[in-house]
């Protein structure tokens, strides 16, 4: 159990400024968090707020300039290069001129297992995001959820616990990102993984998450952080309960907040 | 249906253009050949009636313009009448320039791409390199080509290499431009996925960069193939060659064998199209096999 005490991600006073041309930017700003093992953390906020910016210091895309953060422990480039973490981005950013096969494959190939191992890996994870039987088909030949989710199964493919997701499902219609997000809460509760999750929708947020960190713009900083009292097994209707609504509401609340009306 | 489709929306457009330029190639040859025809008719003391006129002026053996049925005759009776060995033989000609036309083209395809990869990877290089490679593009081909062949010559360097050698200097540039940008074309994300996984600079290479520049390397190929040719008949106009299609349009020039000229230039011609048909055939073949969505 001693190993579960460690924080996923644990931040301190964290905060990142951009040297622009015109002055300084200040796109995170004295950031405390911390993440446990197991969690489903999303975060939501207007754009500018810096949620993005926070998920790519996690993996190591961004440095920091203020405060400290670990990633499992480490440092975040130490985590970058041990590997723990899946990244699935905004757009599937799938390679064209391969197959979904070969594109899941493409990080266990650069990770250097070998080829019964990639083989039992891709049928694995395409069978956990219900794509079995499209390992063949070539990027433009699915539908942009069924991209989506050649996606995640891609950062799944090499078994990190961790996975950032940074509003994978932000180009997909309503109808389509309902039924990504129940699939997506399956695959938590049967991978175990810990999750951060970068998205706008309220209702998204709120349906997902155990946590729920509300950020606001200029600094990019943390108003709230909500604790879900929601049990773990949420069916799609659990969104129209009071208590899903009471949730959503304090979201909402948070984010008027934080919001300066200025411009 | 699809047979059909594509001799209206494809053949007949080229065919109207074809027989445009023909008709004008005639009427070109008429007012070009007539003063002289005028002329040899008067000396001869012959009148001859339109018709003959009209005639006369399509059959000269060095006419201004020749026709083009002269130019067919003469294409027709040096590729397909003549021996192989023969000097005459278009086909020996254009087998000359092609074969230092490939060794050029695959020497600068190659050199672009060395080239290429370094300005991508190495900074200073893409500093240092990039302006000497487009100042090398604004040098006057006519006039270095001769100085090439003659320095080569010097320390016994002939026949097929100084040509290529040329070739090579036209068709480098087009495949290091073309292949640059194809090397830059992974979009950040692809690259920032890259980066998650810890991946080193030669499996990106390997793994994105090189992929994602194919379409970019055969689009500069088809370029830079119709530049070596250029280069080789280039090549071999200042020197005396004495053998190429650049050999024959030069002496076609010193003997007023315009008919000759012609037919070499045709010649030429119809090799480019052999040649940009061919790499664009294989860029087809390689997109599909990546995985390209039928057009």
């Known amino acids: ?263 | 249906m699809q047979k059909e489709r594509l001799i209206l929306d494809r053949t007949l457009p080229v065919l109207a253009i074809v027989l445009i330029i023909l008709a004008a190639w005639y009427v070109g040859a008429f007012f070009m050949n007539a003063p002289f025809q005028r002329d040899l008719d008067r000396r001869a003391n012959v009148t001859s009636t339109p018709m003959e006129f009209l005639q006369k002026t399509m059959a000269q053996p060095k006419p201004v313009l020749p026709a083009p049925h002269q130019v067919m005759q003469n294409l027709f009776e040096n590729t397909v009448l003549r021996s192989l060995s023969s000097n005459r033989s278009l086909i020996y000609h254009s087998w000359v320039t092609l074969s230092s036309t490939l060794a050029g083209f695959a020497a600068g395809t190659l050199l672009g791409m060395l080239i290429a990869i370094g300005i991508v990877h190495v900074k200073v290089l893409d500093r240092s390199l990039m302006p000497w490679i487009i100042a090398s593009q604004m040098v006057p081909i006519l006039a270095v080509a001769p100085m090439v062949i003659v320095v080569l010559g010097a320390i016994n360097i002939t026949g097929l290499i100084p040509k290529a050698f040329i070739s090579t200097y036209l068709s480098f540039f087009p495949v290091a431009v073309g292949m640059v940008k194809g090397l830059r074309s992974p979009e950040l994300l692809q690259l920032d996925l890259m980066r998650t996984y810890n991946a080193t600079a030669a499996q990106t290479f390997w793994k994105l960069r090189l992929p994602a520049s194919i379409p970019f390397l055969f689009t500069s190929m088809k370029v830079a193939i119709a530049a070596s040719l250029v280069g080789a008949i280039v090549g071999e106009l200042p020197t005396g060659a004495v053998a190429g299609l650049g050999s024959k349009l030069l002496a076609g020039s010193y003997y007023s064998q315009t008919i000759d000229m012609w037919a070499a230039l045709i010649a030429g011609s119809l090799l480019a199209a052999v040649l940009v048909t061919l790499v664009d055939i294989l860029g087809r073949i390689v997109g599909r096999s990546m995985g390209g969505r039928p057009a």
């Open chain 1, 1 to 263: 159990m001693n190993e579960n005490s460690v924080p996923v991600v644990s931040a301190r006073k964290l905060g990142l400024t951009f040297e622009t041309n015109d002055g300084p930017v200040h796109a995170l700003s004295n950031v405390d968090l911390e993440v446990k093992r197991g969690d489903f953390v999303s975060f939501i906020g207007p754009s500018g707020c810096g949620k993005t910016t926070f998920l790519r210091v996690i993996a190591d895309l961004e440095r920091a300039t203020a405060g400290e953060i670990t990633v499992n422990g480490m440092t975040p480039e130490d985590a970058r290069k041990s590997r723990s973490y899946g990244y699935v981005f905004q757009a599937p950013a799938l390679y064209p001129w391969r197959t979904i096969e070969k594109n899941i494959a493409l990080p266990l190939e650069i990770m250097g297992h070998s080829k019964a191992e990639r083989q039992a890996r891709i049928a694995r994870t395409l069978d956990l995001v219900n794509l079995s039987g499209f390992g063949k088909k070539y990027p433009w030949q699915l539908s942009g959820g069924m991209q989506q989710r050649a996606s995640i199964a891609r950062a799944l493919a090499f078994d990190a616990d961790l996975l950032l997701m940074d509003e994978p499902f932000g180009a997909l219609d309503e109808i389509v990102r309902d039924h990504l997000n129940e699939q997506l809460l399956k695959l938590w509760a049967r991978t175990q993984k810990t999750i951060c999750f970068v998205t706008h929708s309220i209702p998204e947020a709120v349906y997902l998450s155990t946590r729920i960190v509300v950020m606001s713009p200029r600094p990019g900083r943390v108003t709230d952080i909500i604790e879900s009292t929601l049990p773990r097994e949420r069916p799609l209707d659990i969104r129209e309960t009071p208590e899903f609504l009471a949730i959503a509401h304090r979201v909402r609340e948070g984010l008027r907040a934080g919001h300066s009306y200025e411009e």
